[in-house]
């Protein structure tokens, strides 16, 4: 089945610095790719839709400045969480579906990266 | 999308069959509904979807009621690794840009 893979699991980073999250498509293409944040005990809320070779789309509240988004090849997406705070400590997930001769899989999510700004 | 209702939590014994019910009173006629489900510090796994027919998968089957307004979704022999959130979501199928929101889910666990 379509695997979506993410790297790192986990990462702790001081508070001021940037953090890359990447989120690979190992075995299908994906033009779209959805970014996730998810606080403890809480729900996933989605933050952006990423679209490859163009700008990305972002939810109501999110800071596009502040999440920087770029999908700038079929099986790659990542996430960069700029200037991290304390309250940026998060999980944060992305998902993609598989599209193929016009059908549209369900989409398939990756396992995650656990971030922790000190 | 519509909006889901679930229970906040259930629970089963081991190698029985766990039943979780949904409630979807406002879905549309081109709307699905998904069930996915999070077990602790991993990325959502997707369990089965349908439109309005019984689906059946290896993982589990979900029946939906003949107006929609409702389904269940069945895991037939439950575990201990079957003990996780699951979400059931309607969505409409509109192709890869179509994204899922995410509810509270229904918080399942299965007692040895």
């Known amino acids: ?118 | 999308d519509a909006k889901t209702t679930q229970p906040t939590s259930m629970d089963c014994a081991e190698g029985r069959a766990a039943n979780l019910p949904c409630n979807h009173s406002t879905i549309s006629g081109n709307e699905y509904v998904y069930w996915y489900r999070q077990i602790h510090s991993q990325g959502p796994q997707y369990i089965i979807h349908g439109l309005k027919n019984n689906e059946t998968n290896e993982m589990a089957s979900l029946i939906i009621t003949e107006d929609r307004k409702s389904s269940t979704l069945i895991l037939p022999h439950a575990t201990l690794r079957d003990t996780a959130v699951y979400y059931c979501i309607v969505r409409a199928y509109t192709g890869a840009n179509s994204k899922l929101t995410f509810g509270k889910g229904i918080t399942l666990s299965v007692r040895p």
Request: net charge neutral.
């Open chain 1, 1 to 118: 089945g379509a695997v979506v893979s993410q790297h790192p699991s986990w990462v702790i980073c001081k508070s001021g610095t940037s953090v890359k999250i990447e989120c690979r498509s190992l075995d299908f293409q994906a033009t779209t790719m959805f970014w996730y944040r998810q606080f403890p005990k809480q729900s996933l809320m989605l933050m952006a839709t990423s679209n490859e070779g163009s700008k990305a789309t972002y939810e109501q509240g999110v800071e596009k400045d502040k999440f920087l988004i770029n999908h700038a090849s079929l099986t790659l997406s990542t996430l960069t969480v700029t200037s991290a705070h304390p309250e940026d400590s998060s999980f944060y997930i992305c998902s993609a579906s598989v599209t193929t001769g016009g059908f549209h899989s369900p989409l398939h999510f990756g396992n995650g990266t656990r971030l922790t700004v000190t």
